[in-house]
């Protein structure tokens, strides 16, 4: 069974930084793995999505990475402001297209 | 946005009645999905559909059924509500790659 573990569960950083949040899974035999945002009271909002042959993403200020024979999958966010403040959240998917997420990294930055 | 809605968006409900959320998409998703989210789970899949009366069970789907009669509708019941399905349940769409979420519905159960 698919287990998806984030850390750190919260992270408080002050704008401007640079920061990196942790993805790891147990199965590498995943077929994308996706990450998402969520603001509070809101539903999901895909940021990235790797496929399993790639090995990192960029998006404007985000960047993902993906190390399947690690089972490990990094979000970079640069220059952070305080509109990044949100839960992120990663999932794998497997073969069967079904996601297993993460509990998620809240992330608040600081003014 | 993938052009997905669910209703209601909140709901409170008494111990013991049945209730059934809707979650309707434009986008011609094969793949739809009924997940829970409660603090200290994360997100946890009900049920999943991969194509019209095709539906299978997730990793929580004790007391709950569901249906899709239409591509674009897919049908979460809760035979008889009990306090435990008190959470956010979220739909999500998607093709072979990607899922998308919709709003959110928040339950209550009394």
């Known amino acids: 069974k698919q287990e998806v573990t984030q850390i750190p569960a919260a992270l408080s950083v002050p704008e401007g930084e640079n920061l990196v949040l942790n993805c790891s899974f147990t199965?590498?035999?995943?077929?994308?793995l996706q990450w998402f945002r969520q603001d509070p009271g809101k539903g999901l909002t895909s940021l990235l999505l790797?496929?399993?042959?790639?090995r990192e993403q960029t998006s404007g200020r985000l960047n993902a990475s993906l190390d399947k024979s690690s089972g490990r999958s990094t979000l970079y966010i640069a220059a952070s402001q305080p509109g990044d403040s949100a839960t992120y959240l990663c999932a794998a998917r497997g073969s069967n297209y079904k996601l297993t997420f993460g509990k998620g990294t809240l992330l608040t930055v600081n003014p | 946005d993938a052009g997905i809605t669910q209703s209601p968006r909140h709901k409170v409900t008494e111990t013991g009645t049945p209730v059934t959320l809707r979650c309707h998409q434009t986008e011609n998703h094969r793949y739809m999905y009924w997940y829970r989210q409660d603090p200290g789970h994360g997100l946890r899949l009900i049920h999943y559909?991969?194509?019209?009366?095709?539906?299978d069970k997730g990793e929580v789907s004790d007391g709950y059924s569901v249906s899709r009669s239409k591509t674009e509708d897919f049908l979460l019941t809760l035979e008889s509500a009990t306090s435990s399905q008190t959470s956010v349940y979220f739909c999500?769409?998607?093709?072979?790659?990607?899922?998308?979420f919709g709003p959110g519905t928040r339950l209550t159960v009394t």
């Open positions: 999500a769409t998607g093709d072979a790659y990607e899922q998308y």
């Open positions: 199965d590498s035999a995943i077929y994308n």
């Open positions: 790797i496929q399993s042959s790639q």
């Open positions: 559909s991969y194509g019209v009366k095709d539906t």
